[in-house]
């Protein structure tokens, strides 16, 4: 878990009690709903969030797959 906490940790930079206003979350929303950026309010935000929970877990998995991955090769 911790690695997921982690990209969350920096995904939220500047933001992290306001994640909706994450430029990069923003983005990752745009690209994922269509919505537009600029326009992406807390509502907006947490609606996804809570339709999209599978999928965001699932990701958030795949992350730490990613970095377990990326260490076993450097060593």
């Known amino acids: 878990m911790g690695e997921e906490l982690r990209f969350l940790w920096n ?7 306001r994640p909706w206003r994450s430029a990069y979350l923003q983005w990752r929303l ?5 919505q537009r950026a600029e326009t992406v309010r807390a509502r907006d935000f947490w609606n996804l969030f809570w339709k999209e929970k599978r999928q965001l877990f699932r990701f958030l ?6 970095k377990r991955y ?5 060593s």
């Open 61 to 66: 998995r795949w992350t730490h797959e990613i």
């Open 30 to 34: 745009e690209t994922y709903s269509g």
């Open 11 to 17: 995904a939220t930079r500047g933001n992290r009690l």
């Open 70 to 74: 990326s260490d076993s090769k450097k």
